[in-house]
């Protein structure tokens, strides 16, 4: 892991990019919230939770950032003061089960083309990690979605969050929206019949 805490920004802030729930959960001190593109990764229900949405008798699904592709979410500016403490904070609530890993990535913020490109750190899977699903089939996410429940809260509450926070910034994410709505749609027939 990399273990630099400084980004190229001028006053030697450190750059977080936010994906799912940190997005709407920065539970740190931060300067700046500001949208921005990582490349090289996307946005994917790839996990398997056996805490937090699910369980293991009964695993939900959480997102994490898997290669390939690209991603909008938010960039969090920490000042440089702050910058080991808020990493440490961050590192505790997101590598304490071995899903992810911490990266110093390029991203562009703003969304225009002319944004500024800077390191950001970004939690990515761990593709070794047993939670780590590899390609589901459609109707096995849709069954884990679903399912899931944990210590906080419904896999499909995570999932309504998490497109209803994109939606708001102005990023949607096609794919997981399409997923919910396949989902509404499947517990809507149900009801009715």
């Avoid at 699910?54 to 910058?83: H, N, Q």
């Avoid at 970004?122 to 089939?137: D, E, F, H």
């Amino acid at each position: 892991m990399n273990t630099s805490t400084t980004s190229s920004a001028d006053d030697g802030a450190c750059w977080l990019f936010a994906y799912g729930s940190l997005m709407w959960r920065p539970d740190f001190a931060y300067l700046d919230a500001l949208p921005a593109r990582l490349s090289g990764y996307h946005r994917r229900l790839c996990l398997y939770s056996y805490v937090y949405r699910g369980t293991r008798e009964v695993p939900g699904l959480v997102l994490g950032l898997d290669r390939g592709g690209s991603c909008w979410g938010l960039a969090f500016r920490v000042a440089a003061k702050d910058a080991g403490p808020v990493l440490e904070h961050v590192d505790r609530r997101e590598l304490q089960y071995d899903v992810y890993h911490r990266r110093l990535l390029p991203i562009r913020l703003g969304m225009g083309e002319g944004g500024r490109r800077l390191f950001a750190h970004a939690y990515v899977v761990n593709r070794a990690s047993p939670q780590y699903t590899g390609r589901l089939a459609p109707e096995r996410m849709i069954e884990l979605v679903r399912q899931g429940q944990g210590e906080r809260g419904r896999c499909l509450e995570y999932l309504r969050n998490t497109v209803a926070h994109l939606d708001a910034l102005g990023l949607p994410d096609p794919n997981l929206a399409a997923l919910l709505e396949t989902i509404e749609a499947n517990v809507v027939q149900e009801h009715l019949e």
